[in-house]
């Protein structure tokens, strides 16, 4: 909000300097239009600048140095070729412009090829902030455990939003479909909830990568960017990102590993809620979500009964148990 105040401030300003001393001859309301664009498109320069990284920034202040030097030794030259005047001085001016824009371009566009270890510390941190960061998707955010694992410590580092996930977030929020609509602002409601949270690092980024039009691509190549992690619960994503060499942290991998070990044998108590694909099954579920198949179970659907564990199944989604009702269990 302080930002928003200053810039406004800044746009007031210009406009009133200019409407009180007329550059270039301008009308009043003329000048104090041409000061605002000036200030609106100095606005724009610097959220430009606020979104670079800092190599990136010092590649293009070093590439500009170095852009002015090679045109004021050029403009020497000129100075000795040409007779004095209007054609000489456009051209030296054009000279000046065209190497400080060639030499900011070229030194922004390279500076990620700096060293950091040869600069010092001053990209210490910032390496070490983006190679701990975790990049979420999607469906990561609107599944909402990543904010119950961020809050009790168990992920640690910066988790980075990129725009086109919240744009993708907003428009799942703004559907027609009402259960795509309750998913899109659950997802809202849980990015708010970590944010809000201090113990959270949460950061919006505007990394995008227009030539690329498929979300979960565009994550890849943030991750790429940023060496950072991606997190997910998608299992295509999971594949894709392997398939990147991209590490990811899969929120379903993470509840898979903390459900408990069942070992055949085992005896539980699980409720029947329906019936399974095979002839006579009874299908329940434990607390944790993981599915249960018993044998023999399709009479007692609405019951809770005991069962013993006769085998255990990993699947790519989870576990499923499968099991018998005691009493159906021959003796030994």
């Not at 456009?90 to 030499?103: E, K, R």
């Not at 095979?278 to 018993?294: A, I, K, P, S």
Request: hydrophobic share 50%.
């Amino acid at each position: 909000m302080d930002l928003i105040v200053l810039r406004l401030l800044f746009v007031a300003l210009l406009a009133g300097v200019c409407f009180f001393f007329h550059p270039f001859g301008m009308t009043g309301w003329v000048s104090t239009v041409v000061g605002a664009g000036a200030a609106g498109a100095v606005i724009v320069f610097e959220m430009r600048v606020r979104a670079l990284s800092l190599k990136r920034l010092i590649g293009a202040v070093v590439g500009s140095i170095l852009g002015i030097l090679g045109a004021a030794l050029f403009c020497v030259v000129l100075r000795g070729a040409l007779a004095p005047g209007t054609t000489s001085s456009v051209i030296q001016i054009f000279d000046l412009l065209l190497m400080t824009y060639v030499g900011l371009l070229v030194g922004a566009s390279k500076g990620d090829l700096l060293n950091p270890a040869a600069l010092g510390t001053v990209f210490a941190g910032e390496k070490l902030t983006r190679r701990s960061a975790k990049v979420l998707d999607t469906s990561v955010i609107i599944d909402g455990r990543i904010a119950d694992i961020a809050e009790a410590g168990f992920i640690d580092g910066m988790m980075v939003v990129p725009e086109f996930v919240l744009r993708e977030l907003q428009t799942v929020a703004d559907s027609t479909d009402s259960s795509k609509r309750q998913r899109g602002r659950r997802g809202l409601d849980m990015l708010q909830r970590m944010q809000s949270n201090v113990g959270i690092q949460v950061q919006i980024v505007p990394d995008d990568f227009p030539s690329i039009r498929e979300v979960d691509l565009k994550l890849l190549e943030l991750a790429k960017k940023w060496e950072a992690k991606v997190v997910t619960n998608d299992f295509n994503l999971n594949k894709v990102a392997h398939l990147h060499h991209v590490e990811v942290l899969n929120i379903n991998d993470l509840a898979n590993a903390l459900r408990p070990v069942v070992l055949p044998g085992e005896k539980m108590t699980v409720l029947i809620l329906k019936e399974g694909k095979e002839f006579n099954q009874g299908v329940g579920y434990l607390d944790d979500g993981t599915m249960v198949v018993v044998d023999h179970a399709r009479k007692v659907i609405g019951k809770s009964v005991e069962i013993v564990v006769t085998s255990v199944l990993q699947t790519a989604s989870g576990k499923m148990i499968f099991g018998k009702m005691e009493e159906t269990v021959p003796e030994r």
